[in-house]
């Protein structure tokens, strides 16, 4: 999810979507795609329900890494 998002932001739709009273609605990846890079832009993704932040110009490598171990395609403890 893109952090700056034109309607709302992507730290708000994160919120909403954690909020939803729906049983997926806790569990489901969300990854924040920002150029926002600072360690506060960091934490304030994890403190809206973001599973992970990765910074613009994406790597792809990073980004098939993020979606593989969010969706359980990998094991975290190997890739971290």
Do not use: Y
């Amino acid at each position: 999810m893109d952090i700056r998002m034109a309607v709302m932001d992507g730290l708000h739709a994160a919120e909403k979507i954690r909020g939803l009273n729906r049983e997926d609605a806790k569990t489901i990846p969300i990854i924040a795609m920002t150029a926002n890079a600072f360690e506060d832009d960091i934490r304030a993704s994890k403190i809206a329900g973001m599973n992970d932040h990765l910074t613009k110009p994406i790597e792809p490598e990073k980004l098939f890494i993020s979606i593989s171990k969010w969706v359980g395609l990998v094991n975290i403890d190997k890739i971290q």
